[in-house]
């Protein structure tokens, strides 16, 4: 049984009198643990499709299914439930709120999805931990280098134990040691708590790190192979 699943997915948006089709017919399974990565040039569809698979998106064709549930047959309310407790989201600009502090920024799902503060509090001091940033909770995010910030984003994006996290460029804002680090902590985070993850990166080094490669060229699947 697969944890994610598109089954052949289209995606088109109207320009002018003509429609402009970004994906056409992509099928995809992933399996729970596995780390994938999506390449191909600007333009081919990587990102629209990772909105689609993270349900920020619906398709104008095909399904997405999560854990066998046609999750996009569900209404737009039930979908944002499960985009906060069932998807972590890690974008190369890290979209931490600048009057909060980090602990509070990792927080926000939990407290989004009902938790009580004080667990919430514990749960985000434990995942701020494990980033190795015990120390920077109470800083805000202009107080953290980039490398910091998006270690808190990691750490959001973990917060409500998600079935997948989906990464578009994680390390595209970053220097080239402090993206190794950020990208090392990912794949141990991998082997510790065999947390799925799917990762679109321009970087073919950092692709081939991970399980299996999926490329795309104009809106298509035109390779697929296990690392």
């Given amino acids: 049984m697969y ?3 598109a089954i052949n997915l289209h995606k088109r948006y109207r320009s002018g009198e003509t429609w402009l089709e970004v994906l056409k017919g992509i099928n995809l399974s992933i399996a729970t643990g596995e780390i994938i990565s999506i390449v191909g040039p600007s333009g081919a569809g990587k990102s629209t499709l990772l909105h689609l698979l993270g349900f920020l998106d619906r398709p104008t064709e095909g399904e997405v299914r999560l854990n066998q549930e046609n999750i996009l047959s569900l209404s737009d309310a039930a979908l944002a439930e499960i985009r906060n407790l069932k998807i972590g989201f890690l974008f190369q600009f890290h979209h931490l ?3 909060f502090t980090a602990a509070e920024n990792v927080m ?3 407290l989004i999805a009902g938790q009580n503060k004080k667990t919430a509090k514990e749960k985000s001091a434990f995942l701020l931990e494990q980033v190795g940033l015990q120390n920077r909770g109470h800083h805000k995010p202009g107080e953290l280098s980039g490398g910091e910030q998006q270690r ?3 750490a959001r994006a973990l917060i409500n134990d998600p079935a997948v996290v989906l990464a578009d460029e994680p390390t595209g804002n970053l220097d080239g040691a ?3 680090k950020v990208l090392e902590l990912l794949w ?3 082997e510790q708590r065999k947390q799925t993850f799917i990762l679109v990166t321009h970087d073919e080094t950092v692709a081939h790190q991970a399980h ?3 490329r795309l060229l104009e809106g298509q699947v035109v390779e ?3 690392l």
Avoid: C, F, H
């Fill in 3 to 5: 944890l994610l699943e």
């Fill in 178 to 180: 402090t993206g190794v």
């Fill in 212 to 214: 299996r490669l999926i």
């Fill in 152 to 154: 808190v984003a990691l």
């Fill in 224 to 226: 697929e192979k296990k």
């Fill in 97 to 99: 709120l600048p009057e």
């Fill in 108 to 110: 926000l799902p939990q």
């Fill in 188 to 190: 141990q985070l991998n």
